[in-house]
């Protein structure tokens, strides 16, 4: 059974910085993409950045210069370095892993998302 497990999260200032873990367990195969994603109350689910295996990068504008992504494949975790907060990053942080299924597509895991609150 693979879980995604997120921490970090929690209340800051603006201008703070807060950094998210995703730990990925129970996979058996080597994870392809993964990812963090936002969604603040009454919007959409939104990307905020991605880094595949191989370490490439996709990131929104709105967060540019202000987080980053990273990972560390023998540990299966992903990270969310958050820095420069604004009020507009107040949103419930998802984490997300594709694993390859062995017959040629992926699976999609989500982890239970984690409260990011930024004050000011």
């Known amino acids: 059974q693979v879980q995604l497990v997120e921490s970090g999260g929690g209340l800051v200032q603006a201008g703070g910085s807060l950094k998210l873990s995703c730990a990925v367990s129970?996979?058996?195969?080597?994870?392809?993409?993964m990812g963090w994603y936002r969604q603040a109350p009454g919007k959409r689910r939104e990307l905020v950045a991605t880094?595949?295996?191989?370490?490439?990068?996709n990131s929104a504008d709105s967060v540019k210069g202000r987080f980053t992504i990273s990972r560390d494949n023998a540990k299966n975790t992903v990270y969310l370095q958050m820095n420069s907060l604004k009020l507009e990053d107040t949103a419930v942080y998802y984490c997300?892993?594709?694993?390859?299924?062995?017959?040629?597509?992926?699976?999609?895991?989500w982890g239970q998302g984690t409260q990011v609150t930024v004050s000011s």
């Open positions: 129970g996979s058996r195969r080597s994870i392809n993409d």
């Open positions: 880094i595949t295996s191989g370490g490439r990068i």
């Open positions: 997300n892993a594709h694993i390859p299924s062995g017959f040629g597509s992926e699976y999609d895991y």
